[in-house]
């Protein structure tokens, strides 16, 4: 097997993982990026085909470069954010190599030994930006194994037209559940189950405002009420037809699956076609397990982005345990900055191997 060295290896070069190859190319350090996919742009491609942001362009860029707007002036659409991210790539001649699977990570006394589909890497440091795509998450519901009809995770559903005429459940509030809801109920008798009613945002508040409304909250630790938070629903032009509609409203869930469909608390049961479930993701990081570092929801015990279990490992852009936002275009160049000023003082005083 073929053995490469670098300084530094990035594991996934999606949004997180551009944004800290932003910033170790500023450093100057020696750095190289695995990416699983055979095509730029992360987790976006998969995105159902309708999606849009719902933050104007320069709310939602990486660090370095705004995103252009669109020529429509409306929020970016999935395209637009592929083709950003496909861009921001090449502009800064970011070193990735794909499709590269990386298969596990071993700790040695000098860094990590990372075996991959491409052959093996070793480097002193190591940041982890994989995110959740791959790893959508179901609940266990009891008697979804018995379910006969269609289900499909959000991560995996790209348009509305093949459950047209059918009963469907969107399971799961937040942004995702909404969006889904909003345009499968053009075309199917839907139902939204949530675990408690959805907190729907003012019409005029976008990403953009509730981004820096919850930054504030955020840095000033205000905790007496409930503030907006990243996911709160927004309301996007297909989420207020749904509210002209009647159908933007929830129910609470289920009790159990049944063959044919669901059995409500209440004991009365109910057929439908399909379930789709906006239930979101879990850390895409089973590469690790070798290190011992996975708890059992997926996470590693960090302080900001950096594993207090092992020297030399970094995770960013996995949700709010990794930084305020870093889950997010606009949020996560804060964690990859961070990131990599914490790497480059590792780095110096890291003896060679």
Known sequence: MEVFTTD?????????????????????RAFVMLDAATTPGGAWPHAWDSLRLFSPA??????????????????????????????????????????VQVQQVAATPAGFVVTTSAGQWTCRALVCATG???????????????????????????????????????????????????????????????????????????????????TQRYHAGETTTRPPTLGDVVMVETVKEARARGVLHSVRPFACLTPTGVVWPDGRAEDFDAVIWCTGFRPALSFLENLGVVEPDGRVATVGTRATAVAGLWLVGYGSWTGFASATLIGVGRSARATVEEVRAFLEVQPLG
Not at 60 to 78: A, E, F, I, K, V
Not at 148 to 170: D, I, K
């Open 8 to 28: 530094v290896l990035v594991i996934g070069a999606g949004q997180s993982g551009l944004a800290v190859g932003y910033y170790l190319r500023r450093a100057g």
């Open 58 to 99: 320069d709310a939602s860029s990486l660090p370095g470069w705004l995103m252009p707007r669109p020529p429509d002036g409306g929020y970016p659409t999935r395209q637009q954010v592929v083709d950003y991210l496909t861009e921001y790539e090449r502009r800064y001649a970011l070193p990735v190599q794909r499709p």
């Open 132 to 214: 959740s795509w791959a790893r959508p998450f179901i609940p266990d519901y009891p008697g979804r194994a018995a379910f006969t009809g269609r289900q499909v995770h959000s991560g995996a559903y790209t348009n509305p037209e093949s459950f047209a005429g059918q009963r469907v459940l969107v399971v799961g509030g937040g942004n995702s559940g909404a969006q889904v809801l909003a345009e499968v109920s053009q075309v199917a008798a839907t139902t939204w189950v949530t675990e408690r009613e959805p907190r729907f945002l003012p019409n005029d508040v976008d990403g953009r405002v509730l981004f820096t409304q919850a």
